[in-house]
């Protein structure tokens, strides 16, 4: 992903820096909610975020007028893999929750190792964003803590 900042735009960092937030939105969610309730109950935050992601998906597909104007091919094509991710990662996680679930930890352990997962997810974000060069990008500049 190095060698793709190089030909990245500032309407294509301005669009995958709101991609990186709006996980990072999603995943303070998630947090919030195993928090409140359990990881069981949080498991919706994730799915809603894979639903946008394929419906940010849809809108980059050569097919529809809503798309989002301004992104160059390159943009476009890291936008879509980032895409691609967000959606791996979130039915990934969802797995991993399932199994903790039907583990033989206590709910305090499956709320930590919820956590540490969800933590993972937003480490991985801030990593990708660094590497597009879009930590400028971002705001606010870091997520709240997550604990």
């Avoid at 949080?42 to 798309?67: H, K, P, Y």
């Avoid at 992104?71 to 691609?84: F, I, K, T, W, Y």
């Avoid at 969802?94 to 969800?118: K, N």
Wanted: charged share 25%.
């Amino acid at each position: 992903m190095m060698a793709a900042n190089r030909g990245l735009l500032a309407a294509d960092k301005r669009y995958l820096a709101g991609v990186i937030h709006q996980v990072w939105r999603a995943c303070q969610g998630f947090v919030s909610v195993v928090m409140e309730r359990g990881p069981e109950d949080a498991f919706f935050v994730l799915d809603e975020l894979d639903e946008w992601a394929a419906a940010q998906r849809r809108r980059l597909s050569g097919r529809t007028a809503r798309r989002p104007a301004g992104l160059s091919a390159q943009g476009l094509r890291v936008a879509r893999e980032l895409l691609d991710d967000v959606s791996t990662f979130c039915s990934a996680i969802g797995d991993m929750v399932a199994r903790l679930r039907a583990s033989p930890l206590s709910p305090d352990e499956v709320e930590e190792e919820c956590l540490m997962i969800v933590d993972g997810f937003v480490a991985w974000t801030h990593r990708m964003a660094t590497q597009l060069g879009l930590s400028r990008n971002l705001r606010p500049q870091v997520i709240w803590p997550l604990r």
